[in-house]
């Protein structure tokens, strides 16, 4: 029986699906954490540093070892500590920032433009590093080593595309908040723009307060009718929607619809969601609908 021998590629492969895998789960603050350790676990590096970058400056907020070192180290460990460098004190970073190519340095080279009190503290026989790009910045620097051995070539490589895999999944997050945030600006103007139709429609009706509000299939109090909004939200909760599926369907927060909700049940002279929805389908003008 042939035995297949695995292509030399599939070790990435592997090693990329977990990285995406372990970042998608952690995100936010906690994807540096993260990067770090699986650069060290799933990528086999030895030492792993992750950095933001915020204008003119980068900061070093994370520092992993492989098991092996996890006794070693301790000043560079306290080292990092989130505390802002400025890119002018660490030409390679600010390099890395400027061009967004990874780089790959031997101990001859990396002292010349490293920054001094972090790579003397770790002081690798070589290290690369790579830029981490979402949305057109570069938001981040991933730096690895393997201590006392050398950083291949395959290593950069391996190291840029854990860099691209970063940066995309950050770029997820900042898209996704993007979103967010929009949606919830329109359905503060949706809020408003309907407030207002209610608020003349709601004039209107009082001119006419022996006719039921349109489109409810109930004849509802004279004196105290619905509005359009409530309307909606009587509709859909009779349909047994919950407070956030009539936020998303009609574009407000769930606060408002709690509102709505309470103003519902003063008007119709009920205390349930389930005395509403029996209203909204059998009740009648005047009439309040007990348990």
């Known amino acids: 029986m042939k035995v297949i021998e695995p292509k030399p590629d599939d070790f990435a492969v592997r090693a990329m699906r977990r990285f995406l ?8 603050e906690a994807l540096g954490a993260v990067a770090c350790r699986e650069a060290c676990e799933a990528l086999g590096f030895t030492k792993a540093m992750f950095s933001r970058v915020s204008g003119a400056s980068w900061t070093p907020e994370h520092v992993y070892m492989a098991p092996d070192l996890q006794d070693c180290f301790h000043e560079l460990r306290r080292a990092v500590d989130g505390t802002p460098v400025p890119l002018l004190r660490a030409p390679r970073e600010a390099d890395l920032v400027r061009f967004r190519r990874p780089y790959l340095l031997g101990r001859r080279a990396y002292h010349r433009g490293a920054y001094r009190p972090l790579i003397d503290l770790s002081d690798p026989v070589a290290y690369a590093a790579a830029p981490i790009i979402a949305n057109g910045r570069t938001v981040a620097i991933l730096h690895v080593d393997r201590n006392r051995e050398v950083v291949t070539d395959e290593d950069l490589r391996l190291l840029a595309m854990a860099a ?5 999944v950050i770029a997820t997050e900042e898209n996704l908040g993007y979103l967010a945030r929009r949606r919830s600006t329109l359905a503060g103007l949706v809020e408003q723009l309907v407030d207002a139709d ?3 429609a709601t004039m209107f009706r009082r001119g006419r307060p022996e006719q039921s509000p349109p489109g409810l299939g109930v004849a509802l109090t004279a004196t105290d009718p619905l509005t359009d909004r409530e309307e909606d939200v009587l509709r859909l909760m009779a349909a047994g929607a919950t407070n956030r599926q009539i ?3 009609l574009f407000i927060s769930d606060g408002t619809v709690k509102a709505h909700v309470r103003q519902i049940f003063r008007k119709l002279a009920v205390e349930s969601r389930a005395q509403a929805a029996a209203y909204y389908r059998h009740g009648r003008a005047g009439t309040t609908i007990r348990p």
Do not use: I
């Open 21 to 28: 895998s372990q970042l998608r789960t952690a995100g936010g």
């Open 164 to 168: 691209r895999v970063s940066g995309l």
């Open 198 to 200: 209610t608020g003349d």
């Open 247 to 249: 936020a998303t369907q």
